[in-house]
Structures are given as structure tokens and as C-alpha cells.
């Protein structure tokens, strides 16, 4: 399996585009408003119309945020893309992403599919069982201090077997959420087989505040596909 490169915290048309120039196909839109990439529903809505493909994944990024706008969001898009002419089955293009430990009740209510970032506090054999879950993402950070305090083995043993079905991983997709600088340490793909890797634009490809530098970003995407499983 091959893994591949999501970038997040997409702001504008000019950020959208660069990352196309460089073959990403699976976004992230952040809306949650304490975010320096933060973008309101209304603009996203508009990127989504002037660029939307069949072979582009979409996140929607939120933490902590009130049910009603989350809901909002889910609506608004159902009803974008049926103005753009496009049958229900496009929803599975798209999905909720949260970055908080609200509980499989709260994420399930908005009857969607979603990813979700790994939280300790978070019930992960509960939220395991939800039909809308499609995959977790696991922050490189913890790894990396679960690794250096020799307890990464046991973590990953106990978060596999939440995820398992007699034996075998249920339909849940695997991330890792890292930066562009991280520095993978060596035993990470043995245990783990990723099928994303996650990297938020940051100030590692800006030449300042929400203007990417085109050229830092190939180089910077060059970099990260090196390491990434063929």
C-alpha cells in the first residue's frame, strides 16, 4: 500500500493551487476559529465550487465547536453540490474531521462519515464500533514521547486491538499527523502502516503570514515523499 501526503489548513485559491501543482489530492479546511489557518464556511464553499474534483478527498476540520454549526456545514455542502448537479454519493468525497474527545454520541449525531485525531482521554474501543468512523489520525508528537519513554510497544498493541475484528483491522484508514521537518524515528513503520501522512501548512513553506513560498513547498514535498512507503 501506498501512502500518501494530506495537507491541511488550506486559506485561499492561490494555497489550493500550489498544492495541486504538486500532485496532493487530499486536502484539509480548517475551521476552527483559534486556528492561523482558519477559513470561513462561506469562502470554503466558494474554493470547493470554482475546484472541486472526483479524485480530491476533502476534510472538514473542527474542535470544539457547537453541534448546530457543525451541522450548518454538512447541510450547506449537500446542498452546494446538488446546485452544482452532483448526486448524493459525492458526500463520501468529503469528510468531518475532529481534533477533540467529544464522545462517539456527539460525532455519530451528525449521521456523516468522519477522521479522527487521537486523544488519550477519548473512549477509543467505543468510538471503534461507530459506523460513521473512517480513520484516526495519530499525532507524531505522542508517538515520538510514548517512544521515548518505552511505552510506544504497548500503545500500539492496545490501540491495534481496538481497532481489530477477529484478528484483522476494521475499514479504518491510519494517518499520521507530523510536520515538515520530523524526523521519523526508525521503528515507527514497522509497527504501524500509515495510509496518510498529515502536515499543516505552517511557517516551514511561508515566506510570511498565509503566503506560501512555491518554491519551499516543492522542496518541502520533494523531502516528505522520500520518506513515504512506495
Given at each position: 500500500m501506498k501512502t500518501r501526503l494530506k495537507v491541511t489548513g488550506i486559506y485561499d485559491q492561490t494555497s489550493f493551487s500550489l498544492l495541486q501543482e504538486e500532485g496532493i489530492n487530499l486536502f484539509g479546511f480548517d475551521f476552527r476559529v483559534r486556528s492561523f489557518n482558519f477559513l470561513q464556511q462561506h469562502n470554503f464553499l466558494e474554493l470547493l465550487k470554482a475546484n472541486y474534483q472526483t479524485n480530491f478527498h476533502f476534510d472538514?476540520?473542527?474542535?470544539?465547536?457547537?453541534?448546530?454549526?457543525?451541522?450548518?456545514?454538512?447541510?450547506?455542502l449537500s446542498e452546494t453540490l446538488s446546485k452544482m448537479g452532483?448526486?448524493?454519493?459525492?458526500?463520501?468525497?468529503f469528510s468531518l474531521h475532529f481534533t477533540d474527545a467529544k464522545g462517539k454520541e456527539f460525532y455519530d449525531s451528525f449521521k456523516t462519515p468522519y477522521v479522527w485525531e487521537y486523544h488519550p482521554m477519548e473512549d477509543l474501543n467505543k468510538l471503534a464500533t461507530s459506523e460513521y468512523l473512517k480513520g484516526i489520525i495519530l499525532?507524531?508528537?505522542?508517538?515520538s514521547e510514548y517512544n521515548t519513554s518505552g511505552e510506544f510497544h504497548q500503545f500500539v498493541a492496545k490501540f491495534l486491538k481496538s481497532l481489530s475484528n477477529n484478528g484483522s483491522r476494521?475499514?479504518?484508514s491510519l494517518g499520521l499527523k507530523m510536520d515538515w521537518k520530523s524526523d521519523l524515528f526508525p521503528s515507527l513503520n514497522e509497527f504501524l502502516v500509515f495510509d496518510y501522512w498529515q502536515i499543516d501548512i505552517n511557517s516551514n513553506i511561508e515566506t510570511s503570514y498565509r503566503q506560501i513560498s512555491k518554491d519551499q513547498l516543492k522542496l518541502s514535498v520533494g523531502e516528505v515523499r522520500k520518506g513515504l512507503t512506495p
Open positions: 472538514l476540520i473542527f474542535q470544539d465547536e457547537k453541534d448546530f454549526v457543525i451541522q450548518k456545514m454538512v447541510d450547506d452532483k448526486t448524493k454519493d459525492h458526500m463520501d468525497h499525532p507524531y508528537e505522542l508517538l476494521k475499514g479504518i
